[in-house]
């Protein structure tokens, strides 16, 4: 009885049960193919870790002594189509039974799930892919009938399940959440450790990708590959964050400037979401090195780290499945602007802009707080559309998969979702990126002017967003604030600003 196992390129999980045992009667099947470097603009460097990553899966499953069959782009087999390769090999191997892990990607579970209805004489299943501490639909039982989904009482649950940083029933040192105690700017001469980068060859898979015409976006690092494709090079990785950023990762987890590029930040996304690291794995790893670091390494770095993996991501799957398809089509404050062309190119005179997107495009990597608080926020204020800026984000950056790039980008960042991921939007003037970046200094526009030909624009567009959105978001009590100021300011101040804004927005290709 022969059966055929799907791995797709996100499901690089060598610890899977799956690869306990060496079954003749299996064969694998992976396939680089046209369906997913072409559903949306990727970075090169995206394209050349998957491709690399998934070769590298499948000669570490073979040398086990499974038997795979895998398809390189250009394999004159391959039909560039899921459902159409894997029907092909049924066909040609006398397959019996399909077996595939969950998906995490909707678009793919409704390709796999519809390939499988279709297939009345073969015997189907969809097994867990071993990875996430939370099930699909865990994240919609907890907040069964909740309007808001509030990821820190999700994230004390997990804490208590898996009993991490727990004293018993309470939190290590009486304490839940330290982030108050994160969020420093960097200071000046500071100097973060060297990012550790990988020596790789990428030219064969580079210039498959070229021959094939296959369109991207960014720069390729020919020599000194930015991002980890195998298991062993994420473990390296890992132990790397565990040695030099950990003891400054909360400190510096919102600092931006333009010397540096991932300072005290882990780059484990891409690792993690393609399931070369386990998230139970990595935060051990972390907790573990904490312990016997204590004397160094104080709590707040620690809980910081472990609430982006066991609070954040996992959160961020469960709306994912919670909310999809629907999700993917909210765009609650009707936002319609096309997307300024300078986020291809990092071509603008926003200093702050400039370089997140420069940097993403040279590195297919900008931390959080710079797609949150410099792009993100700049494409919220001026009401860009979430479609657009969802293909934006899904393409550029290296860890970019939907049910994670969705739920921040349309979610947390343009608050698309109406209020279910964030309970108000994530919008600053420039005072909050002077604060926690060196943008500011030597930019173009004037930080501090709210009017004028070099005002900065995010603040006047800060208010312009928040007069033309009264209506859906004065009365949200997190945002009275805004509001308060806002109606306090003397009226003809309010016209110019909302004039200056107009006139930024009218100019906005060339701002
Ligand atoms: C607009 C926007 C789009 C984003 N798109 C993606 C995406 O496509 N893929 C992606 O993995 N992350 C995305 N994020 C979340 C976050 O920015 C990245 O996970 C992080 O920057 C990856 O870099 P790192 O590994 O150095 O993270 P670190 O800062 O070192 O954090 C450690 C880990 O925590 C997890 N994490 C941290 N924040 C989040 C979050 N908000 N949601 C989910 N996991 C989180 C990641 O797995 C990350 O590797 C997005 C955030 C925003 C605001
Ligand atoms: S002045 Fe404004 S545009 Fe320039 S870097 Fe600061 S926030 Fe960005």
Request: glycine residues 4%.
């Amino acid at each position: 009885m022969k059966t055929l196992r799907l791995i797709l390129g996100d499901q690089l999980n060598i610890q899977h049960s799956w690869y306990d045992t060496v079954d003749q009667d299996v064969v694998y099947c992976m396939f680089e193919m046209r369906q997913e470097t072409d559903y949306v603009k990727h970075h090169i460097q995206k394209i050349v870790a998957f491709f690399l990553a998934m070769r590298s899966f499948s000669d570490e499953l073979k040398e086990k002594g499974h038997q795979v069959i895998y398809y390189k782009l250009d394999d004159p087999k391959n039909k560039q189509n899921l459902r159409e390769n894997i029907a092909s090999i049924i066909g040609e191997k006398g397959i019996v039974k399909f077996e595939y892990q969950e998906p995490d990607e909707y678009r793919l579970d409704q390709q796999l799930n519809e390939f499988c209805l279709g297939q009345s004489h073969l015997s189907t299943e969809m097994t867990s892919s071993e990875h996430f501490l939370s099930d699909r639909m865990e994240l919609e039982n907890f907040f069964t009938g909740k309007k808001t989904y509030l990821m820190e009482s999700f994230y004390r649950s997990m804490r208590k399940r898996y009993d991490i940083m727990m004293e018993g029933v309470k939190p290590l040192t009486g304490k839940w959440n330290y982030d108050h105690d994160n969020r420093k700017k960097l200071p000046k001469d500071h100097v973060p450790p060297t990012p550790l980068v990988f020596k790789k060859d990428v030219t064969e898979v580079y210039n498959l990708l070229k021959e094939q015409n296959v369109d991207s976006i960014g720069d390729l690092h020919q020599k000194d590959f930015l991002w980890p494709t195998t298991r062993q090079e994420s473990k390296e990785l890992l132990e790397f964050f565990c040695e030099h950023c950990l003891i400054r990762f909360g400190m510096f987890q919102d600092a931006m400037t333009p010397a540096y590029w991932s300072l005290y930040h882990s780059r484990i996304s891409f690792a993690l979401n393609v399931k070369m690291l386990s998230p139970l794995e990595v935060i051990h790893k972390v907790i573990a090195h904490w312990e016997d670091h204590k004397e160094d390494i104080s709590i707040a770095q620690v809980e910081g780290f472990v609430r982006q993996i066991l609070g954040w991501r996992e959160y961020m799957r469960g709306i994912y499945w919670a909310k999809m398809p629907e999700f993917a089509q909210m765009n609650f404050l009707n936002h319609q602007r096309p997307l300024p062309a300078y986020f291809w190119t990092g071509d603008t005179k926003m200093a702050c802009m400039k370089h997140a997107i420069q940097q993403s495009l040279h590195y297919a990597y900008a931390h959080h707080i710079q797609r949150l608080m410099i792009t993100g926020n700049f494409a919220l204020l001026a009401g860009v559309s979430p479609d657009e800026l969802d293909e934006w984000y899904l393409g550029i950056y290296i860890d970019a998969i939907q049910w994670v790039e969705i739920t921040n980008t349309r979610g947390m960042s343009q608050f698309a979702d109406g209020g279910i991921v964030g309970t108000k939007p994530y919008v600053s003037s420039a005072n909050y990126i002077d604060k926690m970046s060196h943008y500011c200094k030597g930019c173009y526009y004037n930080k501090k002017e709210k009017i004028g030909e070099r005002s900065c624009p995010f603040n006047s567009l800060y208010w312009h967003f928040y007069d033309r959105h009264a209506d859906q978001l004065e009365r949200n009590p997190r945002i009275g604030m805004a509001y308060r100021l806002w109606n306090k300011m003397d009226e003809a101040k309010k016209e110019d600003i909302l004039a200056q804004a107009e006139v930024h927005l009218q100019n906005i290709e060339s701002l």
